[in-house]
Each structure stands twice: as C-alpha cells, then as structure tokens.
C-alpha cells in the first residue's frame, strides 16, 4: 500500500510535533504508528519526545512487535497498536497519548456525553471507556479488543486515549477532536449548564453523518440510546463506568423543560436543584 518510507516516517515525526505541542504527550509520552503493509508496521521508538524525533529514529516491527529495524528500541505500547491492526483492515495509523480534557475524563471513570456537540457525533460518536491495565503486555493490548471495531477513539481508564483512521492524520484529530470536546464539557459544567439535542435532532445529525460515509455503533444495533447512556455498557465487557458529572437524567429534565409548553423563562435554580437530588439520590443508591 505504501511505497516511500522515508515520507512515512516523516509524517510520524510531524504527527508527534503535533502532539507535543498541544500538550498531548509530556516529556516521553505516547506512540505512533503506521501500518506499512500486512507484514509491516512503522513506529516510534521509546523513551524519545514525540515533539524531537527525526526520521532515522522511526523504527519498523511485525505483526507480532518484533522489531525488524531501527537504531532505537521500538516502544514498548506497540502491542497496543497491533490490538487495532489486527481487528480493524481499514485501519493505517494509531495514536496513543495522554491529551489532558480527555484524561481527566478518563481518570474520573465518566463515561463521554453524547447528543451535544454536532462535530463529536458527526466525526467521533460514542466514545468507550476500556478497563485499567497496566500499560505495556499483552493484557493491556486486550483490554480494547471488545471496542475496536465499532469506534475510532477509546478512552483508557487511569491512563489516556488510543484514537485510529484510515491514515495517521485523521487518527490524531480523533485525538484533537475528543480532547476539545471534553474541555467543552468541564467548561460548560463549570458554567452550570449543558443542553442537549433532542431525540429528533440526534436522529438527524446521525443521517448526515451516514451519508457522509461515516460508521456508528448506533447504526448496527436497534437497542443503543440515541441519547443517554453509553452503549458499550452491554454486551462488550463488564466494566461499565457510571455518569456522575453529566447523569443521564439531566437530560431528560433539560429536554421535558425546554419542550413544555409556554416554558420560555425557565426556572433554572429549581432544574438545577431537581437534577442534583437525582444525581444524589443515585448515588445514594449505587453505594447502598
């Protein structure tokens, strides 16, 4: 599929400047790659800033994460990667990283928010959260199997993100887009509130997205939520992180207010208070 791996090794240098530079990655952080061809994959090497590498530090390895070349030692996520490759043959670059917005999502185990922003469900959709593994085996590697298929962004708990595409440019703005999201949403919750579409108006972005030649999770199974919950909570794996910031009965109240009747002046502070009695009563019965 590609020919010049020169270039390519060029790209995943410009790739990890671009990173860098957001603060997706401190100090030695992250990995790249590139599917080479169905043999091959290039890769960054370990302990090098994604934001100072050159092109000879790029190193090859199988499909198995022997290195095949390179002057550096390959790093040591690449199994990670391969978790991908292997399960996803339209699929030719990876980005693994820690951008900051979307980690803290990650460390508090909130699940991502959907029906808010058109961009996020038009380019992302739902966004899994995969269980905590200590990084760097096998086991770590499996741990994202379940998800890969029906997504192109993961969160990883306690860790940090792995986004994918069909070519490494669109794998990491998967990576810019989940990152500006959720720094949208801390700074709307800080703000003390987040409207949601509708019910029709997801249905409808959701149609564009389709004839756009975008995949979703929602279009292969009837039973996932347009809105609310996540739909990797069943059937992928028994990990399933909880709403505590955006509860999914926030929803419902902002959408029943904005959708009654002569409801122009809403009556914010009471809303307010009904949905944190919910989200408190929820609790409440989660530790009970």
């Known amino acids: 599929m590609y020919t010049n791996e020169y270039k390519l090794k060029e790209s995943i240098c410009e790739i990890g400047r671009r990173v860098y530079s957001k603060g997706f990655a401190a100090a030695n952080d992250g990995n790249i790659s590139i599917r080479l061809n169905d043999k091959e994959l290039l890769c960054t090497p370990t302990m090098v800033s994604k934001g100072y590498m050159k092109p000879e530090d790029i190193c090859k390895v199988d499909y198995e994460g022997k290195q095949i070349s390179g002057i550096r030692k390959r790093s040591s996520e690449i199994l990670l990667h391969l978790s991908v490759y292997k399960n996803r043959p339209d699929v030719n670059g990876v980005v693994h990283c820690h951008p900051p917005h ?3 999502f990650a460390v508090a185990h909130e699940p991502i928010p959907k029906a808010i922003l058109p961009e996020v469900e038009v ?5 899994p959260t995969a269980i905590y593994v200590t990084p760097g085996g096998q086991k770590f590697a499996d741990s994202i199997i379940p998800y890969v298929k029906d997504c192109n962004t993961i969160l990883l708990a306690n860790h940090g993100t792995i986004t994918f ?17 959720c720094r949208i949403l801390i700074l709307s919750r800080q703000l003390g ?3 949601y579409f509708t019910e029709k108006e997801t249905s409808e972005l959701l149609e564009l997205k389709k004839k756009l030649g975008y995949d979703d999770v929602r279009f292969k199974n009837s039973n996932c939520e347009l809105r609310g ?5 069943e059937g992928y794996t028994k990990f399933h992180p909880e709403h505590v910031a955006f509860p999914v009965a926030e929803q419902d109240a902002w959408i ?3 959708s009654s009747p002569g409801n122009n002046n809403l009556d914010i502070d009471a809303l307010v208070k009904k949905i944190t009695d919910q989200v408190m009563a929820a609790l409440k ?3 009970a």
């Open 102 to 104: 979307a980690t803290a």
């Open 123 to 127: 380019f992302l959709g739902e966004v």
């Open 165 to 181: 595409g069909p070519d490494l440019e669109k794998a990491y703005f998967n990576t810019e887009i989940i990152d500006a999201y």
């Open 193 to 195: 509130r987040v409207n």
């Open 229 to 233: 919950e996540n739909c990797f909570n």
């Open 256 to 258: 029943n207010a904005k």
């Open 285 to 287: 019965g989660s530790h």
